[in-house]
């Protein structure tokens, strides 16, 4: 069974707004990772955060983790249409160096 | 391009039939990962290289799933005896052993199995 879930399972916004995606997990993680996937495409990594880490920012992304409520959001400010895709989180295992779990995924839709 | 690279992009192929998917890694990884993916879903391990030793294998992954990675470079993954439910996309991701785990993906090899 996949270990993250994401919410919403879908998002339509219009472009320039912020984008809110939250993803929740079971078990005890070493990192949670966010990645980008284009209709069709392989996926792209976005960001990594560390279990021992609260916050992490890179360009228009924001990750945040709790892990004492096993969740994780990530917002993308100022949005673009060129942003519309499948966003994912992924959980590396605590008790594992190799394995990501995944989640099933929030599709996001810019309106220009 | 120095990507994760898959060939190929697409195969379409009758029930019964043999298929061989190739992997080439970002060349300094000693890390490499083979997923597969349906429609809607996050994509779901099937196993891990390191080098050129193959460490895990997922219980989804049937006997009739074969991976290898003969001398720790590119990956092949062979399904024989194709079933209509094999049908999805198959993705390889590269990752160096120390430091950072970010995974990078190839586009990924879309099966049709009619």
């Known amino acids: 069974s996949q270990q993250g879930e994401e919410d919403p399972q879908a998002l339509s916004i219009q472009e320039g707004e912020n984008a809110t995606m939250n993803c929740s997990y079971k078990?005890?993680?070493?990192?949670l990772q966010w990645y980008r996937q284009n209709s069709g495409r392989g996926l792209v990594h976005l960001i990594l955060?560390?279990?021992n880490e609260r916050e992490k920012h890179s360009g228009r992304l924001r990750v945040t983790l709790d892990t004492s409520k096993k969740s994780s959001s990530l917002l993308i400010t100022a949005s673009r249409a060129a942003d519309t895709a499948s966003y994912f989180c992924?959980?590396?295992?605590?008790?594992?160096?190799?394995?990501?779990?995944w989640g099933a995924g929030t599709k996001l839709i810019i309106k220009p | 391009d120095t990507g994760v690279s898959q060939n190929p992009r697409h195969k379409i192929t009758k029930r019964g039939q043999n298929v061989t998917f190739r992997c080439d890694p970002i060349s300094e990884h000693n890390r490499l990962y083979w997923y597969r993916q349906t429609l809607g879903q996050g994509p779901e391990f099937l196993t891990y290289f390191q080098n050129e030793a193959q460490l895990e294998k997922s219980r989804l992954l049937s006997d009739r799933f074969s991976a290898e990675r003969p001398k720790g470079s590119f990956s092949t993954l062979e399904i024989q005896r194709t079933e209509q439910g094999d049908s999805a996309m198959y993705l390889c991701?590269?990752?160096?052993?120390?430091?950072?785990?970010?995974?990078?993906f190839g586009q990924g090899t879309r099966l049709t199995v009619v």
């Open positions: 078990t005890s993680i070493n990192n």
């Open positions: 992924a959980t590396g295992l605590m008790d594992s160096n190799y394995q990501l779990i």
């Open positions: 955060i560390r279990s």
């Open positions: 991701a590269s990752s160096l052993v120390q430091g950072r785990t970010e995974a990078f």
